[in-house]
């Protein structure tokens, strides 16, 4: 049997720790029983805290810790569950969880973290030079902090060596599942997210993040821009004709608009048309090929592959996942 310990800290998660204690706990279990077999469980799952006192989640509720972090003798994978409170005070707070996590790492455990939980790793510094994901809606701060860390949010997952990450408050159940097939295998993986009722192996953030057009800066003739490409975004100009608008070189626009939101303005449009096209599929019952004209776009193929880049999936699976019911 494998042994899991959830490290528990004030301010976190509930369902971060619980939802992934059930999936480890009931892994060969619920599949089993609704087999009418035997159940045979997998994991030995544990929550562990400072002291071994309990948690209290930033929902209000209290969990309680079956041992302390001093008390963990043997552990074949330890997961640190997502912050939901203050990200700097969690940090500040935890010195024991961020020393237990270095001495896992020395002892070349599994470590796996979840959204924002990945700040304690790297806050411990067990991430510098290695590949990392977050919450995608954190990533700035954490690029911020942690600049030494090769952070690619667009993934769902990331593995580097001993060190797992899941990107979004609900990936536990992406890296449960996950962490299940690398200990027992596919089979058993997949019949947890039968039972369970979830899909398994999303790869990507991309569908639920925003584009980040919206960044704040005071160049007030760049936000007149931006206002005016909100209304004409779906217009067939060019670059030279946008600076003409204001009264600007093609080279000044580009220039200005780098330095006020880190992206050309080519960029800038294509992100306004896709942020359309999802409005579009979200609330409507469009054609595709009639959105994909809305927006701006001629070519069909050049349209869905450029939406899958920016959303990792393509129009039709976006409007599936997303489109109000």
Same mark, same amino acid.
């Given at each position: 049997m494998k042994h899991i310990y959830i490290l528990g800290f004030d301010q976190a998660l509930a369902s971060a720790i619980t939802?992934?204690?059930?999936?480890?706990?009931? %892994?060969?279990?619920?599949?089993?029983? $609704?087999?009418?077999?035997?159940?045979?469980?997998?994991?030995?799952?544990?929550? %562990?805290?400072?002291?071994?006192?309990? $948690?209290?989640c930033i929902n209000g509720l209290e969990i309680g810790a079956h041992v302390a972090f001093d008390d963990i003798q043997q552990a074949d994978a330890i997961i640190i569950p997502t912050i939901g409170g203050p990200i700097e005070d969690v940090l500040a707070n935890n010195p024991e969880l961020l020393a237990f996590i270095q001495k896992a790492d020395k002892e070349q455990r599994i470590i796996a973290g979840n959204c924002t939980g990945n700040f304690l790793l790297a806050e411990a510094g067990i991430l510098n030079g290695r590949q990392a994901t977050t919450h995608w809606g954190f990533q700035q701060q954490f690029q911020q902090c942690y600049p030494k860390v090769n952070l690619t949010a667009e993934f769902m997952l990331t593995k580097d060596e001993h060190i797992y990450c899941a990107g979004g408050g609900l990936a536990w159940f992406d890296l449960g599942l996950h962490m299940i097939e690398r200990f027992i295998g596919f089979e058993a993986a997949i019949q947890t997210a039968k039972a369970f009722v979830i899909d398994y192996r999303r790869d990507s953030q991309l569908s639920y993040s925003l584009m980040g057009l919206a960044k704040p800066h005071k160049d007030a003739q760049i936000k007149d821009v931006q206002q005016w490409l909100t209304k004409h975004y779906a217009l067939n100009l060019s670059i030279d004709e946008i600076a003409q608008q204001f009264s600007m070189s093609k080279r000044t626009l580009i220039r200005r608009f780098n330095q006020a939101l880190n992206m050309p303005p080519l960029t800038y449009i294509q992100g306004l048309r896709i942020e359309g096209a999802q409005k579009l599929l979200e609330e409507s019952d469009m054609h595709i090929d009639a959105i994909m004209h809305k927006v701006g776009y001629e070519d069909t193929s050049s349209f869905r592959r450029l939406f899958k880049s920016k959303t990792g999936c393509t129009p039709s699976e976006y409007r599936s996942r997303f489109r109000r019911r």
């Amino acid at each position: 049997m494998k042994h899991i310990y959830i490290l528990g800290f004030d301010q976190a998660l509930a369902s971060a720790i619980t939802g992934v204690l059930d999936l480890f706990a009931l %892994a060969g279990v619920t599949w089993n029983r $609704i087999q009418e077999q035997a159940p045979t469980p997998i994991f030995n799952v544990k929550i %562990a805290s400072k002291n071994g006192a309990p $948690i209290r989640c930033i929902n209000g509720l209290e969990i309680g810790a079956h041992v302390a972090f001093d008390d963990i003798q043997q552990a074949d994978a330890i997961i640190i569950p997502t912050i939901g409170g203050p990200i700097e005070d969690v940090l500040a707070n935890n010195p024991e969880l961020l020393a237990f996590i270095q001495k896992a790492d020395k002892e070349q455990r599994i470590i796996a973290g979840n959204c924002t939980g990945n700040f304690l790793l790297a806050e411990a510094g067990i991430l510098n030079g290695r590949q990392a994901t977050t919450h995608w809606g954190f990533q700035q701060q954490f690029q911020q902090c942690y600049p030494k860390v090769n952070l690619t949010a667009e993934f769902m997952l990331t593995k580097d060596e001993h060190i797992y990450c899941a990107g979004g408050g609900l990936a536990w159940f992406d890296l449960g599942l996950h962490m299940i097939e690398r200990f027992i295998g596919f089979e058993a993986a997949i019949q947890t997210a039968k039972a369970f009722v979830i899909d398994y192996r999303r790869d990507s953030q991309l569908s639920y993040s925003l584009m980040g057009l919206a960044k704040p800066h005071k160049d007030a003739q760049i936000k007149d821009v931006q206002q005016w490409l909100t209304k004409h975004y779906a217009l067939n100009l060019s670059i030279d004709e946008i600076a003409q608008q204001f009264s600007m070189s093609k080279r000044t626009l580009i220039r200005r608009f780098n330095q006020a939101l880190n992206m050309p303005p080519l960029t800038y449009i294509q992100g306004l048309r896709i942020e359309g096209a999802q409005k579009l599929l979200e609330e409507s019952d469009m054609h595709i090929d009639a959105i994909m004209h809305k927006v701006g776009y001629e070519d069909t193929s050049s349209f869905r592959r450029l939406f899958k880049s920016k959303t990792g999936c393509t129009p039709s699976e976006y409007r599936s996942r997303f489109r109000r019911r």
